[in-house]
């Protein structure tokens, strides 16, 4: 379906990049999937199975924390310029909106001291009292901490453990079965992650240190899926919302997501997703990456989507070159797109 960049993944992982890849081509009606090398080359090498579950990182961000709060925002719980100390007390700082949250605009200030060495509860308490800068409002700065306070929020609304909530809401009614949250072992089906200075090879425990002591608390990572469930949450959004004769989320929700949603309306981001121009015609598509390797690419209108899964942090972790050779597999495909349309 998309051959030169097919080629490229390979060759990329021929070059060390990652171990191995899943990655999916949806473009109208025609799907198509590629299983490329190793799942796991530390201790022993395992090759790579198309139905293996990932650690997807920061995708956890856009397939659950995003759908709740849409979802939310739907049944008129709240709306965007809202504070989050409106909604939730117990975060201190009054200026902090859901918009400055899900955008990536709060400005906030992330530093905890000591932060690895708190648990669970004092992790939680940390995150309350942090505030926004001077520059609230005006620059994009990805950080976990907007979707980790929004956790927070969903737990005190919903009333039981964030995790809960995305297995009931998300994950069960668009059958993404295989999809879960703090494996527990037999880990043969999971891909591991990094290997940590002590020599332990993270297979099955999360790979996000906030999020590993988090743990059922965690709205920025955590999420463990392979290629079908990610596949089934793709076509959710390519059907504006409908999964089979249901309506999951308002076509008018989906649709207002290909817009600009920083306060600015200059940041190039939406409602917990990057947008990306379509070199071709413009076209805004949606976007997130996962830190562990992962990225998904949405377009509605051409009724397309890219989802790419690898293990680049096993065993070691080399983000800065991972990142340019990712970006060179993203510009391939965003211009055999453009070939493609047209013809």
């Given at each position: 379906?998309?051959?030169?960049?097919?080629?490229?993944?390979?060759?990329?992982?021929?070059?060390?990049?990652?171990?191995?890849?899943?990655?999916?081509?949806?473009?109208?009606?025609?799907?198509?999937?590629?299983?490329?090398?190793n799942?796991?080359?530390?201790?022993?090498?395992?090759?790579m199975q198309?139905?293996?579950?990932?650690?997807?990182?920061?995708?956890?961000?856009?397939?659950?924390?995003?759908?709740?709060?849409?979802?939310?925002?739907?049944?008129?719980?709240?709306?965007?310029?809202?504070?989050?100390?409106?909604?939730?007390?117990?975060?201190?700082?009054?200026?902090?909106?859901?918009?400055?949250?899900?955008?990536?605009?709060?400005?906030?200030?992330?530093?905890?001291?000591?932060?690895?060495?708190?648990?669970?509860?004092?992790?939680?308490?940390?995150?309350?009292?942090?505030?926004?800068?001077?520059?609230?409002?005006?620059?994009?700065?990805?950080?976990?901490?907007?979707?980790?306070?929004?956790?927070?929020?969903?737990?005190?609304?919903?009333?039981?453990?964030?995790?809960?909530?995305?297995?009931?809401?998300?994950?069960?009614p668009?059958?993404?079965?295989?999809?879960?949250?703090?494996?527990?072992?037999?880990?043969?089906?999971?891909?591991?992650?990094?290997?940590?200075?002590?020599?332990?090879?993270?297979?099955?425990?999360?790979?996000?240190?906030?999020?590993?002591?988090?743990?059922?608390?965690?709205?920025?990572?955590?999420?463990?899926?392979?290629?079908?469930?990610?596949?089934?949450?793709?076509?959710?959004?390519?059907?504006?919302?409908?999964?089979?004769?249901?309506?999951?989320?308002?076509?008018?929700?989906?649709?207002?997501?290909?817009?600009?949603?920083?306060?600015?309306?200059?940041?190039?981001?939406?409602?917990?997703?990057?947008?990306?121009?379509?070199?071709?015609?413009?076209t805004?598509?949606?976007?997130?990456?996962?830190?562990?390797?992962?990225?998904?690419?949405?377009?509605?209108?051409?009724?397309?989507?890219?989802?790419?899964?690898?293990?680049r942090?096993?065993?070691?972790?080399?983000?800065?070159?991972?990142?340019?050779q990712?970006d060179?597999?993203?510009?391939?495909?965003?211009?055999?797109?453009?070939?493609?349309?047209?013809k």
């Open positions: 379906m998309y051959p030169k960049t097919a080629q490229l993944i390979k060759e990329k992982m021929r070059e060390g990049v990652f171990p191995g890849a899943v990655f999916h081509f949806i473009e109208d009606q025609k799907t198509e999937t590629h299983v490329l090398g799942a796991q080359i530390e201790p022993v090498p395992i090759a198309e139905a293996f579950l990932f650690d997807v990182a920061s995708l956890t961000k856009v397939v659950c924390t995003t759908t709740i709060m849409l979802k939310l925002k739907e049944a008129g719980r709240f709306s965007w310029d809202q504070t989050l100390h409106e909604l939730l007390p117990e975060f201190q700082d009054e200026t902090i909106t859901l918009r400055h949250l899900l955008t990536h605009t709060s400005d906030i200030q992330t530093y905890i001291p000591n932060r690895d060495q708190l648990n669970a509860e004092e992790l939680r308490a940390a995150y309350l009292t942090l505030q926004s800068g001077e520059n609230i409002g005006i620059r994009v700065q990805y950080t976990d901490a907007g979707t980790i306070l929004l956790g927070f929020l969903i737990e005190n609304y919903y009333q039981k453990d964030l995790i809960e909530v995305f297995k009931d809401e998300v994950l069960q668009l059958g993404m079965t295989d999809s879960l949250f703090l494996p527990q072992p037999p880990y043969d089906q999971i891909v591991p992650t990094q290997k940590l200075t002590d020599g332990t090879v993270l297979k099955g425990m999360t790979h996000d240190p906030k999020a590993r002591v988090l743990a059922a608390h965690a709205g920025n990572a955590g999420l463990f899926t392979n290629m079908k469930d990610l596949g089934k949450f793709a076509k959710m959004y390519l059907n504006l919302g409908r999964v089979n004769d249901m309506i999951y989320l308002q076509d008018e929700t989906i649709r207002e997501l290909f817009e600009d949603q920083t306060p600015s309306k200059k940041g190039n981001r939406s409602i917990g997703w990057d947008l990306k121009s379509s070199p071709f015609d413009q805004l598509l949606l976007f997130h990456t996962g830190y562990t390797g992962t990225f998904l690419m949405l377009d509605v209108v051409k009724q397309s989507a890219f989802i790419f899964l690898s293990n942090v096993h065993p070691l972790d080399r983000r800065s070159h991972y990142v340019a990712r060179k597999i993203l510009a391939c495909y965003l211009a055999e797109r453009a070939e493609i349309y047209q």
